[in-house]
């Protein structure tokens, strides 16, 4: 995802441990208690997967993030899309 260079968003930290959990987010900005995942759907696409990305956004979300999700489609073809919905979300959120 280097929509952060090319749209001038705030550095983002990659593979960030939900604290209290064994997950890791795919992108997330700490301060601000944002995580952003983008899905792929693919040989690794099952029940069971379904089950863990369900389980991993609740226990985020409790954790008090918000979470935005998009897919790699989303992220190739609508790179401006993404990274508006990221600033928004960012503009939203109030650092800890």
């Given at each position: 995802?280097?929509?952060?260079?090319?749209?001038?968003?705030?550095?983002?930290?990659?593979?960030?441990?939900?604290?209290?959990?064994?997950?890791?987010?795919?992108?997330?900005?700490?301060?601000?208690?944002?995580?952003?995942?983008?899905?792929?759907?693919?040989?690794?696409?099952?029940?069971?997967?379904?089950?863990?990305?369900?389980?991993?956004?609740?226990?985020?979300?409790?954790a008090g993030w918000a979470m935005l999700r998009f897919t790699r489609a989303d992220v190739r073809r609508r790179p401006a899309d993404v990274a508006g919905s990221v600033r928004?979300?960012?503009?939203?959120?109030?650092?800890?």
């Amino acid at each position: 995802m280097d929509l952060v260079g090319a749209h001038r968003l705030p550095r983002r930290v990659r593979q960030h441990p939900l604290a209290g959990t064994r997950y890791r987010l795919d992108y997330a900005w700490p301060r601000n208690r944002l995580a952003v995942e983008v899905d792929g759907y693919g040989p690794g696409s099952s029940r069971q997967a379904f089950q863990q990305d369900r389980e991993r956004q609740n226990a985020l979300v409790l954790a008090g993030w918000a979470m935005l999700r998009f897919t790699r489609a989303d992220v190739r073809r609508r790179p401006a899309d993404v990274a508006g919905s990221v600033r928004r979300a960012l503009g939203a959120s109030r650092p800890a």
